[in-house]
């Protein structure tokens, strides 16, 4: 069939193997993109929620768990009795701020570890220098060879030049420290030659993997939704999506009632 000097074919009528694919794919990308806007959205609004939570509510729940300490530290002191106390001491203990790392051991650690210093003298050792390393004959041999034949000036592409900086720079790390063995090794990798280029894919194979990578990117982004949810703030909100401010309220009004009851118990006991 014609059409203004221009033959078609059945063949040529039909679409493209990869053009359904194609479409697949940006359908799930928009879709992934939608899911990612309100996951985010969500994250902030239980962020923000969370924050006003413990800015207006914080303080009551701290006074509720120092009244717990004192009715419990005054039942104790009231009955003597060992369980008592032991309640008396848990109480007061979720009172009290735990130190942190550093301020426990002074300035000798910190969250990775003990300093060197602290741990040569807690092992009666003294602080040295790492030992000056030299290499052998072999060593200096070897990494004379290797910087000879893989020196990147050599190179005449650019990705040519990237492999040898990349091999110098492990080359010269090995010959710094004196290893003979991983000399020996690099100078039969360098000798192999490098790795032979992978097949590339086929644009129904790249847009397939790109299919099963947004699948996966859904998934994560559906159990980070869940734990949000889930979460006891998430939980919170969405039991006043629309209006937080009076789930606040309501919150602090049941959390004075609280402490006015507990503050009439600690009278009793001490009265």
């Given at each position: 069939?014609?059409y ?10 039909q ?7 194609e479409q697949?794919?940006?359908a799930a990308?928009?879709a ?7 996951v ?5 609004e ?11 509510l ?10 717990d ?5 005054a ?5 003597g009795d060992?369980?008592?106390?032991r309640k008396?001491e848990e109480?007061r203990a979720r009172?009290?701020p ?11 650690m ?5 300093f060197p210093?602290a ?5 009666d050792?003294?602080?040295r220098p790492?030992e000056?390393v030299r290499?052998?004959?072999e ?6 060879e290797?910087?000879?034949k893989a020196?990147?000036?050599l190179?005449?592409?650019e990705?040519?030049r990237?492999?040898?900086e990349?091999?110098i720079t492990r080359v ?5 420290r ?5 000399l ?9 030659g490098p790795?032979p280029?992978?097949?590339r894919p ?8 790109r299919l099963?990578w947004l699948?996966?990117r859904?998934?994560m982004?559906?159990l980070i ?11 919170m ?5 629309d209006?937080p ?5 309501e ?10 009851e507990k503050?009439g118990e600690?009278?009793q006991l001490?009265?």
């Amino acid at each position: 069939m014609a059409y203004a000097g221009r033959v078609t074919t059945p063949e040529a009528e039909q679409p493209r193997p990869e053009e359904r694919l194609e479409q697949a794919v940006r359908a799930a990308e928009q879709a992934l993109i939608e899911f990612e806007i309100a996951v985010e959205t969500f994250r902030v609004e239980v962020e923000n929620f969370s924050r006003l939570h413990h800015q207006k509510l914080g303080p009551m729940y701290a006074r509720l768990d120092e009244l717990d300490a004192q009715i419990a530290e005054a039942r104790a002191a009231r009955t003597g009795d060992p369980e008592d106390l032991r309640k008396a001491e848990e109480a007061r203990a979720r009172v009290l701020p735990m130190p942190g790392v550093e301020e426990l051991f002074h300035g000798w650690m910190d969250g990775e570890g003990l300093f060197p210093e602290a741990a040569a003298m807690l092992t009666d050792q003294t602080v040295r220098p790492p030992e000056r390393v030299r290499p052998t004959e072999e060593a200096r041999k070897l990494y004379r060879e290797l910087a000879r034949k893989a020196h990147p000036d050599l190179a005449q592409e650019e990705d040519e030049r990237a492999r040898r900086e990349e091999f110098i720079t492990r080359v010269n790390a090995a010959y710094g420290r004196g290893d003979t063995a991983l000399l020996r090794e690099l100078a039969e990798e360098w000798a192999a030659g490098p790795a032979p280029a992978e097949r590339r894919p086929t644009p129904s194979e790249e847009l397939y993997a790109r299919l099963e990578w947004l699948s996966g990117r859904k998934e994560m982004l559906t159990l980070i939704a869940r734990d949000l949810e889930e979460s006891a703030i998430g939980s919170m909100l969405r039991m006043a999506p629309d209006d937080p401010d009076a789930l606040l309220a309501e919150i602090a009004d049941k959390l004075l009632a609280e402490v006015a009851e507990k503050e009439g118990e600690l009278a009793q006991l001490v009265g």
